[in-house]
């Protein structure tokens, strides 16, 4: 009688264990849950209208899918526009060069050596000559101003008068923000910014240096543009150099 309910007890235990085994064998065939990534909007697209293609969504399986899915949702994005600045400006110091304040200038009139001479452009804009005084110079070329010139000798003065103008000496740039020496300085003909800071002693250990704001003043009206270094300067012009922020 104990021998019969040992052998049942027995047949039991391996009901029990297949049982267990068989359940634990359907769970390993069930079909792992999926973790899924819905694209995620796009602020520039939602800001400028533009369209945005839209990745594909992302399936990442049980095992250690909820890193996979970190994972991609922090994938690099397609790279910014680059930052649009301005053209560089067209800089003329020839004949078509326009006289200001500060500017110096030889007038010659033929066979009139009390007329010849050198002129500055005063802060009015005008030179003073004898005979006919003031004579308007601020934005005209020195074909123009010697023309003007001629005109008002002519009337009364001199016959047939011939008068040349040329410029001596042009008006000062000016140079402010991070180079070592900033402040005013004499322009040379045919400079660059990258010249004009050489001549400022150069950048400050802070100073952007790839990019400089340069203002540019013509006819009573001011252009201002971010240029890199090689644009030409004006006469007169002034160059600002930004602080780095890194």
């Known amino acids: 009688m104990p021998v019969a309910r040992a052998f049942r007890w027995s047949n039991l235990a391996v009901s029990l264990a297949a049982s267990a085994a068989l359940a634990l064998g359907g769970c390993m065939q069930t079909a792992a849950p999926v973790a899924v990534m819905q694209p995620r909007a796009d602020l520039d697209s939602m800001a400028y209208g533009q369209p945005y293609s839209a990745p594909q969504p992302v399936?990442?399986?049980?095992?250690?899918?909820?890193?996979?899915a970190l994972r991609n949702s922090f994938a690099p994005s397609p790279a910014p526009m680059p930052v649009g600045y301005a053209a560089p400006m067209v800089v003329r110091n020839g004949a078509s060069y326009h006289l200001d304040a500060?500017?110096?200038?030889?007038?010659?009139?033929?066979?009139?050596?009390?007329?010849t001479n050198s002129y500055a452009i005063d802060?009015?804009?005008?030179?003073?000559?004898?005979?006919?005084?003031?004579?308007?110079?601020?934005?005209?070329?020195?074909?123009?101003?010697?023309?003007?010139i001629a005109a008002r000798l002519r009337n009364g003065y001199i016959r047939e008068p011939s008068v040349a103008v040329e410029i001596e000496a042009y008006r000062p740039f000016f140079i402010l923000g991070e180079v070592l020496a900033p402040g005013q300085y004499p322009y040379v003909p045919n400079m660059t910014v990258e010249s004009a800071v050489a001549i400022a002693g150069g950048f400050s250990p802070r100073a952007k240096r790839d990019m400089v704001t340069v203002t540019h003043t013509e006819n009573g009206g001011a252009m201002r543009a971010v240029v890199p270094l090689g644009t030409p300067l004006s006469p007169g012009d002034t160059v600002f150099v930004g602080e780095r922020w890194f």
């Open 102 to 115: 500060g500017d110096k200038l030889r007038v010659v009139v033929y066979g009139q050596e009390g007329l």
């Open 123 to 148: 802060a009015g804009g005008s030179i003073t000559m004898p005979l006919i005084g003031a004579v308007p110079a601020r934005g005209r070329t020195t074909a123009g101003l010697a023309g003007e």
């Open 59 to 68: 399936f990442v399986s049980d095992g250690g899918g909820a890193i996979g």
